[in-house]
């Protein structure tokens, strides 16, 4: 079992920056993927970057320029560097973590888990 926990979400002016955290935690054995979602009111979950642990990054075309996805191995923290907001941006931003994790039988297993989401806003 994967624990997701997320932070940095908030209200900024258009053109404003903000850092989304994703730190995971549990019996990981290796994380393969984490990435970032997000979900406008009415719209659908759409992904907004992924990065392996390999350093291979993947964005969605209209964040490009704008955001950088990272991580911390030493921490299992995912971050998500987003800059010249835009109020098309704003919406609920979720983590996501495919990762191979230890069972109590013993046994590795892969995992899929996601972060409780967390809020960004950008309006004047």
């Known amino acids: 079992q994967v624990q997701l926990v997320e932070s940095g979400g908030g209200l900024v002016q258009p053109g404003g920056s903000l850092r989304l955290s994703c730190a995971a935690s549990?019996?990981?054995?290796?994380?393969?993927?984490m990435g970032w979602y997000r979900q406008a009111p009415g719209k659908q979950r759409e992904l907004v970057a992924t990065?392996?642990?390999?350093?291979?990054?993947n964005y969605l075309d209209s964040v490009k320029g704008r955001f950088t996805i990272s991580r911390d191995s030493d921490k299992n923290t995912a971050y998500l560097q987003m800059n010249s907001l835009k109020p098309e941006d704003t919406a609920v931003y979720y983590c996501?973590?495919?990762?191979?994790?230890?069972?109590?039988?013993?046994?590795?297993?892969?995992?899929?888990?996601w972060g409780q989401g967390t809020q960004v806003t950008v309006s004047s």
């Open positions: 996501n973590v495919e990762s191979v994790v230890l069972t109590g039988s013993g046994r590795y297993v892969p995992s899929d888990d």
């Open positions: 990065i392996t642990s390999e350093d291979y990054t």
């Open positions: 549990g019996s990981i054995r290796r994380i393969n993927v």
